[in-house]
Each structure stands twice: as C-alpha cells, then as structure tokens.
C-alpha cells in the first residue's frame, strides 16, 4: 500500500491541476510556444556549488554540466539524462536528484541540458547522446560509468545505449531507468484506463510532445521509441516505475522484452505510486534513491 505522504501528494497534484499541461495537444504546443519566447533555465541551483565542484562544457550547442563531489575523489561516473516530454527543462527534482549522486553516492554526474524538441529530434539528439556516452566510457575514469534517465530523457538514455552498442559494442556497467517513457505512439490499450488514475500525465499531451521529438521520423522508430529497439547484449537495467502512471506500460514490455533477449533487469513497480516517483520527497523515492545509490557504489567495485 502507498504511504500516506504519497497518497496525500496524489490528491495535491489532481487538485494542483498538473495534468493540465497534457490534457491537449494544444496544451503542449502553447507550452513550446512560450519556452520559445522566453526559455527556462537549466543552471544547477547555487546552493549545489556548496556541496560539488560545478562546470560547464559544450558538446556541439548542448551545455553538459559537470558535477562532482568537493574535497574528494568520485569513486563511479553517471551519465544522467533529464525528464520533460522532450519539452521541458532540467528542474529542481533532477538538480535534487544529481545532488544525491554526488553527495551520496560520490559519483561525478554529467548532466547535457539537451535541445529540446521541436528543435531537438530524435535524428539529431540520439546520435550527440551516445557520442557523449561513449566518450566518458572511453575516459574510464573512476570506478565504472552507469547511464540514468528519467522518463523522457530514459528513452533518450535506452536510445543511446542501444545506438552506442549496435555501433562499437560499447556499454556502461548499468543503466538506470526512471518511470521511462520508451514509446512515444502511447498505442498500449491498456494505457486508457491506467490515464483515469495518473495525477500528472494524460494521452493527448503526451502524444504531441512525441510527435514534436519524432520530427521527420516515424513515430515507432527506434530512435524515436526505444522500445522497438534492439535489447541483444545491453547492460543491466533497473526500472523503477509506478502503477498510477500512464507509462508503466512501457516498463513492464520492456522488461519482458529485455529478459526475453537475455539482458538482466532488476524490476522495481510500486503500486499507487505516481509518475516519477523516485525523484519526489516521499518515503517510496527515498528507497528508490537509496537502491540508486547502491547500484553506482556496486559500480565503483567492478
């Protein structure tokens, strides 16, 4: 059963009107629209520089942040990948979340605040993320190299991943998956009636934002729908996901899909809990981050 804080913040997001944004198709292009006349911001919050020596690089026009624990050495590297219906910016959830990693699990965290769509498609975000994955698995570094994504930007990570290892055979030591949105056609039949109870996301929304990501690509493309992509040989998955969330749909095929193609999966699904959970101030999420934080110090060791 959900704990009561889970189950309050439920009711404070329905009444707080979040599924508004994705309630239409209009909803979303309104929301482009404005980020286009004035764009949000992606700098980290100052108060991580209290705790983490912050940089700021370019890879092609994406900014990537560089995170790492101060006064000590990072014992792992993460390639964290952000949420937001390929539309929206890195938050203060992700900027809590990369603290975390740091301070916790002392790894150096690698953030690309990416082009967003409609400007960003799948054609041309997908390859400049697996180049940047391959790069830090190339550098070593310390420790082992774990790709985390959540919700949009896991379907970025899952593409990537796939990309680098059809490529080079390349592959972190684990990827990590948060409420991952890994198929953009929302054509599951059973995606109807899971929407009535998803506080935070709704079908037509979320169907715009994937065809704004698609572009000029078909909607199944695996580029643009890892779900269709090829799981032969991946690295490890763990895939948190919640049954109040319209999209765990996608995780539940992909773990069968992975499984199916031999790849090992640590399945993590909590009943009533909503979209994105492991990132929220709820005890579910704490647990969640402290199994995060586990698999990058099992990394660490390899």
């Given at each position: ?80 990948v ?50 940047l ?37 390349a592959?972190?030591?684990r ?19 899971i929407?009535?109870a ?30 269709n ?74």
């Amino acid at each position: 059963m959900p704990s009561l804080r889970s189950r309050a913040l439920s009711v404070a997001l329905i009444a707080a009107g979040r599924r508004r944004r994705f309630a239409s198709a209009e909803a979303v292009r309104s929301r482009v629209a404005q980020s286009a006349r004035r764009p949000a911001s992606h700098l980290p919050p100052r108060r991580l520089g209290r705790v983490a020596e912050v940089s700021r690089t370019f890879v092609g026009a994406w900014p990537v942040y560089d995170v790492s624990p101060r006064g000590t050495e990072p014992v792992a590297q993460v390639l964290y990948v952000h949420g937001g219906a390929y539309v929206g910016e890195l938050v203060r959830p992700h900027w809590a979340m990369v603290r975390t990693l740091v301070t916790r699990a002392r790894a150096r965290v690698v953030v690309p605040a990416y082009i967003l769509a409609p400007r960003g498609t799948a054609d041309r975000t997908v390859p400049v993320a697996a180049d940047l994955l391959s790069g830090l698995i190339a550098s070593g570094g310390a420790g082992g190299t774990v790709l985390i994504g959540d919700s949009a930007g896991a379907g970025l990570a899952l593409a990537a991943a796939q990309r680098l290892h059809e490529r080079t055979g390349a592959r972190p030591c684990r990827i990590v998956l948060i409420s991952p949105w890994l198929d953009v056609t929302m054509s599951h039949p059973d995606q109807a009636g899971i929407e009535a109870a998803d506080p935070v996301l709704a079908l037509p929304g979320l169907r715009e934002a994937g065809r704004l990501y698609a572009g000029t690509l078909a909607a199944d493309d695996p580029r643009v729908s890892p779900l269709n992509g090829s799981f032969e040989g991946l690295a490890p998955l763990t895939v948190f996901s919640g049954t109040r969330d319209v999209l765990s749909t996608d995780s539940r095929e992909l773990v069968r899909r992975a499984r199916a193609a031999g790849v090992e999966v640590e399945f993590h699904e909590e009943a009533g809990l909503p979209h994105g959970y492991p990132l929220l101030p709820l005890p579910e999420g704490q647990a969640a981050r402290d199994r995060i934080v586990e698999l990058i110090r099992s990394a660490a060791e390899l």
